[in-house]
C-alpha cells in the first residue's frame, strides 16, 4: 500500500451517473441515517454491499455479467 493508502486519503475520482429515483434513495437513505455527505453515504452502501456479498451463499442466482452493457447495471429494478 502506498502512502496515500495508509493515511486514508483519498486520490481517486469517481464519476458516477444516476436517475432521478437512484438518486432520491440515496439522499433518502443518507438523511434517515444522519450520513454526513452524498459521497459518505455512496461510500457506506459500497461498504456494506461488499459485506453482504461477503455473507451470502454463492448459490445465490446472480444474472450473467459477462454480456451486460453498463447501462443495464441498476441500483433501483426498472418495474416492468
Known amino acids: 500500500m502506498g502512502e496515500e493508502q495508509k493515511s486514508g486519503r483519498r486520490t481517486e475520482r469517481l ?27 455512496i461510500r457506506e452502501l459500497i461498504r456494506r454491499g461488499m459485506l453482504y456479498e461477503d ?9 450473467d455479467q459477462r454480456d451486460m452493457k453498463s447501462t443495464e447495471y441498476r441500483a433501483i429494478p426498472i418495474e416492468e
Open 55 to 63: 455473507v451470502v451463499d454463492s448459490d445465490v442466482d446472480m444474472p
Open 15 to 41: 464519476q458516477l451517473m444516476l436517475d432521478d429515483e437512484e438518486l432520491t434513495r440515496i439522499d433518502d437513505w443518507r438523511f434517515d441515517n444522519r450520513i454526513p455527505t452524498r459521497a459518505a453515504a
